[in-house]
């Protein structure tokens, strides 16, 4: 019988390899439910789970609130457009009074990095991070490492490019954490002026100089939205021109290993970062991305409440 330890979930750099291979084998038996019928067990019955949503999501937020109902949770959807953020009050002042409340875990977005850290030290319920800033999304990062080891059966050992706005993308950062602690050799790809400094200290990465040379020979390649909202205007020189240099088309993916994984947290700018071609076509994962995000999200619920896995 395996134990997870951790009452928060808040960024992968805080697992270890085992800590994540029991989410994955967890989210693994939780696909059985999503099967069925009637999608429903009785393991988090009496159980309130908060979702607290700072930032636009819908992905995320649909799928925590499935992923909660699934289990038989009580669910409450809080929006800061609908909340007390409105009038000034202050996330530390939001968490006790929610706290009041008597929640079993809070789930939150959050665009301050490192927010979910401060909220972790205002409460006694668990914390599940959802995003926050350019920091992480566990999540995401978890629902990408499911989706590859189905298609390949293992994790070690397999080339994965991350291309894009890896300066901004808090999934790069679990994407990288979860992959190289799992044993991928994890390629990045992106403008100058979209890659971090001393981005090798995030994990062990190789940092590529063209996107060519990153998808040479990749067994999976992930695609990363251009974080507009985040960077401003100054970064790239139009969508037309980045899509001539870090576009994933028919074309620059035959580089990659036949048959090789394309994937994209979503949303997806057509024809900027993927052509509509390579988004519609059989290499093309992202679906299944979000229908792994269930499941992970599940086992992600289940595990800090308690859980164990026999």
Do not use: W
Request: charged content about 25%.
């Amino acid at each position: 019988m395996a134990e997870f330890k951790h009452r928060n979930i808040i960024a992968l750099r805080d697992l270890t390899k085992e800590d994540m291979e029991l989410l994955l084998a967890t989210a693994e038996n939780m696909r059985e439910i999503n099967s069925r019928d009637i999608k429903k067990v009785p393991t988090l019955r009496g159980k309130t789970i908060i979702n607290l949503f700072y930032e636009a999501s819908t992905r995320t937020r649909t799928s925590f609130e499935i992923a909660a109902k699934r289990l038989s949770a009580d669910t409450v959807n809080i929006s800061p457009s609908t909340s007390s953020a409105t009038k000034g009050e202050t996330l530390a002042d939001t968490a006790l009074n929610l706290l009041a409340m008597k929640p079993d875990i809070i789930v939150m977005r959050h665009a301050v990095s490192g927010a979910h850290y401060h909220l972790a030290k205002k409460v006694t319920c668990s914390v599940v991070n959802a995003g926050d800033g350019a920091h992480e999304h566990p999540s995401q990062g978890l629902l990408d490492l499911l989706t590859i080891r189905d298609r390949f059966g293992r994790l070690d050992g397999l080339k994965v490019a991350i291309v894009g706005d890896i300066t901004h993308s808090r999934v790069a950062r679990s994407d990288i954490q979860g992959l190289t602690k799992m044993g991928s050799h994890v390629y990045l790809a992106g403008p100058p002026t979209m890659m971090p400094p001393a981005v090798e200290k995030l994990g062990s990465v190789t940092v590529c100089t063209t996107m060519r040379e990153a998808i040479q020979d990749a067994d999976v390649v992930i695609m990363l939205r251009i974080q507009q909202e985040r960077q401003g205007k100054t970064l790239m020189p139009n969508a037309r021109e980045y899509s001539r240099y870090f576009g994933l088309n028919p074309e620059n993916l035959k580089l990659a290993k036949p048959g090789a994984m394309v994937m994209h947290p979503g949303p997806i700018n057509r024809g900027v970062e993927m052509s509509s071609y390579v988004v519609n076509g059989s290499q093309s994962h992202v679906l299944k991305q979000v229908e792994n995000g269930v499941a992970v999200r599940m086992a992600m619920l289940y595990h800090v409440c308690g859980g164990e896995l026999e």
